[in-house]
């Protein structure tokens, strides 16, 4: 059978850590993605210059 959890330090360190891999993963994943969205927007707004270069009124 299992026994339950009481509390105490083993819980608390089990929260850490579970806590830190939430965090960990959050860093790993949410960062890259912020850059690559910001390059994109970086991208499309220098494509849309270009064009509107092109075929704006002359």
């Given at each position: 059978?299992?026994?339950?959890?009481?509390g105490g330090?083993e819980?608390?360190?089990?929260i850490?850590?579970?806590?830190?891999?939430?965090?960990?993963?959050?860093?790993?994943?949410?960062?890259?993605?912020?850059?690559?969205?910001?390059?994109?927007i970086?991208?499309?707004?220098?494509?849309?210059?270009?064009q509107?270069?092109?075929?704006?009124?002359?």
């Amino acid at each position: 059978m299992l026994n339950k959890l009481k509390g105490g330090l083993e819980t608390v360190i089990a929260i850490v850590i579970v806590a830190g891999l939430v965090v960990a993963l959050l860093i790993a994943v949410v960062i890259p993605m912020s850059q690559q969205g910001d390059e994109l927007i970086g991208a499309t707004t220098d494509s849309l210059t270009q064009q509107q270069t092109t075929i704006g009124p002359q």
